[in-house]
């Protein structure tokens, strides 16, 4: 049994007592590690920190031989100490030596010591070192002393996050924490961004550990969670929620744990030894980060992940930070880190400095990568970690080419960085000297080159892109970022503006097509097993057509005066066109009556992106204005390749031979009907692709903005009919290799085509 004078919270006290004297950053670690083992009845407590370079490396002692302070060291997995380091757990041993991971280290003489208690030095879940006791005589150490180690191991955190140990070790290598780290992601908005981290959820920065009295602490404890339940509550039984699928698992999911006895008899305990209410919560927290960072399961690792909220949430109830981002006080270049967020938080920073954006999780099609694509942000996703690596205000690059995020990079690293991001400002400035010019191929074939959009903010790209028009609005974008439905006046109000910004320029509405991964988040979630072969897009409209009458009606009254082109997602069947036809004709006759102006010329177009319209080529042209190829869908559909999974994102290459066929024969359909043809998936916006496309026969790609400036810079050194007689044979060949990329790449080279 302990003394009372040598409990917890005496340590606690002594050591805010050394954290306060003026020492220098090695005598106030000896000090530590003296008042640790004294507190403890230890023989031995030694201090390991993690260097950059992975080792862990003996930073003071009390009780091993004094000379093997910053000599003796352990790499990440070697030893005990090593293993504690990667597993991120304590180790509490009666017989050190009988671990299978043992290490005996000669220069430390710890080779009497039996018993062995270690614990990670933990920070936000981040292993940042090692602190150990040890005795001579064989014995488990109790609960209460592991977890009062561990609660001590807070205050070295905070003393190695401070960066007072920088510089202590004598191979002058740094410490972890400020290594350079770079993070392999997914790459999900091209571009490279230079900035500083702005945390979208601002960590509470918790700067009072010790706290004076253990009742008080205790009521303010139980009282922050008693607001946070009623909080949880109230959000809960709002009724705009009430049938909100996800939204309401995640808050019943809260509710759960904000009445988690374990969750907060371990918050009590970390008081009770002598932490304030909010270190405390953030003690757990890093606990629970660590284990989660172990968890390979992604549904429990989603609901570690509302624990952290909840947490998150508790420590601004106690300290009443306010929630959200703190964009006003940002200054200088930024980069927005977040585990993910929706479109509409993203608006809300300043665009100004916002340079990019990197997300713990995020998906190609998550409605915040749409819009910072949009806007010109780089984005890497999945970039696992991000969260307990990143610290607000370090320097951060944002690779969205190749998916990297650099944190804390390296010099020469910022330099190659700094120079690529000069040299793409080269090239673009080499693209708007192209925007004048015509898009014609070397032997004077006109392509015209559309541009996609879909929000307001997309608008001042036509000019600056010199886009032909807009290829593909697509109208479902203004339903995603919104917080509820768009009002029929919104509707109109935005499809208004966007012909006013296109003036005679053509601009292709398609109607919403929503369900599938486009999901609204004020919706209702029908729970579908296969979404993208779902109940979405035409289907929906024609189940329940008071949507698309809505909005037909206000892009109707949109174009008053001037030609209107509407098109439709995901048609699989001639008869949808036809059934979508019948609304239009009443939608214009209710508009007639009540004397509203009607466009000067309809024209009804369908998108081609399921497999099943390619066998009524015939019906659908004679029934459709033009058509669009939706290369993302059509493409993942004659492949049976989900365009959201990473692990087959490379497996199928659009440029085979099969998939060039199927694009091939939907040009000679078009031209037989003289119809208008667009492929406007993201295929259009390689140059390489969108040269296979021109030597197929398309003479219209809409692509995104940024795309038009290479793709016209291709094919104004193409000669459109070289590259058809090599293509189209090669294409019809029944051997040779699957892909024609080869074919083109040489094709290229062999003519000096930049693609
Ligand atoms: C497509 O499928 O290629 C397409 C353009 O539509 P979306 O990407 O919006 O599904
Ligand atoms: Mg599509």
Redesign the pocket.
């Known amino acids: 049994m302990r003394s009372v004078a040598t409990g917890p919270r005496v340590l606690l006290r002594r050591l805010r007592e050394v954290m306060a004297e003026s020492l220098g950053a090695q005598q106030r670690l000896d000090k530590i590690v003296k008042h640790i083992a004294a507190n403890m009845v230890a023989e031995v407590c030694s201090v390991y920190v993690l260097r950059a370079d992975g080792v862990l490396e003996l930073f003071a002692t009390e009780g091993l031989n004094p000379g093997a302070v910053h000599e003796a060291s352990l790499k990440i997995g070697q030893g005990l100490v090593g293993t504690i380091a990667a597993t991120a757990r304590a180790l509490n041993l009666d017989n050190a030596r009988e671990h299978p991971a043992f290490a005996y280290l000669p220069e430390t003489g710890e080779e009497i010591f039996n018993s062995f208690l270690g614990v990670p030095i933990l920070r936000s879940g981040r292993v940042l070192g090692v602190l150990v006791v040890q005795n001579q005589a064989k014995r488990l150490y109790a609960d209460d002393e592991v977890e009062a180690l561990e609660t001590t191991a807070m205050v070295l955190a905070e003393l190695i996050a401070a960066g007072e140990l920088e510089g202590l070790n004598k191979q002058g290598t740094g410490l972890d924490l400020s290594r350079p780290v770079q993070i392999d992601g997914a790459a999900l908005a091209e571009g490279i961004g230079l900035g500083y981290i702005v945390l979208h959820e601002p960590r509470v920065v918790v700067t009072n550990l010790f706290n004076e009295d253990v009742d008080s602490e205790i009521v303010r404890l139980r009282e922050a969670l008693g607001r946070l339940r009623i909080s949880i509550d109230d959000l809960l039984d709002r009724r705009e929620i009430a049938s909100d699928g996800e939204h309401r698992e995640v808050l019943e999911a809260y509710r759960m744990f904000a009445n988690d006895r374990g969750w907060v008899r371990r918050m009590e305990e970390a008081i009770a030894n002598g932490l304030t209410a909010e270190a405390a919560v953030e003690k757990v927290q890093s606990d629970n980060r660590a284990r989660m960072m172990r968890q390979q399961d992604p549904y429990l690792r989603e609901r570690l992940h509302d624990f952290e909220d909840l947490a998150f949430r508790l420590l601004r109830e106690l300290v009443g930070k306010p929630h959200g981002p703190i964009a006003e006080s940002i200054s200088g270049d930024y980069i927005v880190v977040a585990r993910n967020m929706g479109a509409a938080e993203l608006l809300d920073y300043s665009r100004e400095n916002l340079r990019g954006l990197v997300l713990e999780e995020g998906a190609p099609t998550s409605h915040v990568v749409i819009v910072a694509r949009a806007l010109g942000i780089p984005v890497v996703g999945q970039a696992h970690n991000i969260l307990s690596l990143a610290e607000s205000g370090k320097a951060i690059i944002v690779d969205g080419d190749d998916g990297l995020a650099h944190l804390r990079p390296a010099p020469d690293v910022e330099t190659a960085y700094a120079e690529k991001v000069r040299f793409r400002a080269r090239r673009q400035a080499a693209y708007d000297q192209l925007r004048a010019l015509p898009s014609c191929t070397v032997d004077g074939v006109d392509v015209e080159l559309m541009m996609n959009a879909g929000l307001a903010m997309d608008l001042p790209q036509l000019d600056q892109s010199g886009a032909a028009g807009i290829g593909l609005f697509r109208t479902e974008l203004q339903f995603m970022v919104a917080s509820r439905f768009p009002r029929p006046s919104e509707q109109e109000e935005l499809y208004r503006a966007t012909l006013a910004a296109a003036g005679d320029r053509d601009v292709t509405f398609r109607t919403l097509?929503i369900g599938g991964d486009k999901v609204l988040p004020y919706g209702n979630v029908i729970q579908e097993e296969n979404p993208a072969l779902g109940w979405r897009a035409i289907r929906l409209s024609i189940d329940r057509p008071g949507l698309i009458r809505m909005q037909i009606r206000a892009l109707l009254k949109a174009g008053a005066g001037r030609k209107l082109k509407v098109m439709l997602?995901?048609v699989t069947e001639v008869r949808e066109v036809r059934k979508v036809k019948e609304i239009v004709a009443r939608e214009v006759a209710v508009l007639e009556r009540f004397g509203h102006a009607m466009p000067s010329r309809f024209e009804l177009g369908s998108?081609i992106?399921v497999p099943a319209l390619l066998w009524q080529l015939d019906e659908l042209m004679q029934e459709v204005d033009f058509v669009s190829v939706?290369s993302?869908?059509l493409f993942q559909f004659i492949m049976a390749s989900d365009r959201g999974n990473p692990r087959i994102a490379t497996r199928f290459d659009p440029l085979s031979r099969s998939f060039l066929r199927v694009l091939r024969r939907i040009a000679v359909k078009a031209g037989q009907y003289q119809r208008s043809l667009t492929l406007c998936g993201e295929l259009a916006g390689k140059p390489l692709a969108a040269m296979a496309l021109i030597g197929l026969g398309y003479r219209s790609l809409s692509m995104s903005s940024s795309s038009i400036g290479p793709v016209k810079a291709m094919l104004r050194q193409l000669d459109a009919r070289q590259l058809a007689e090599k293509l189209l044979p090669a294409i019809e060949e029944p051997i040779g290799g699957q892909t024609m990329r080869e074919l083109l790449i040489d094709f290229a080279d062999s003519h000096g085509i930049h693609y």
């Open positions: 097509d997602p995901m998108m992106e939706g993302n869908d």
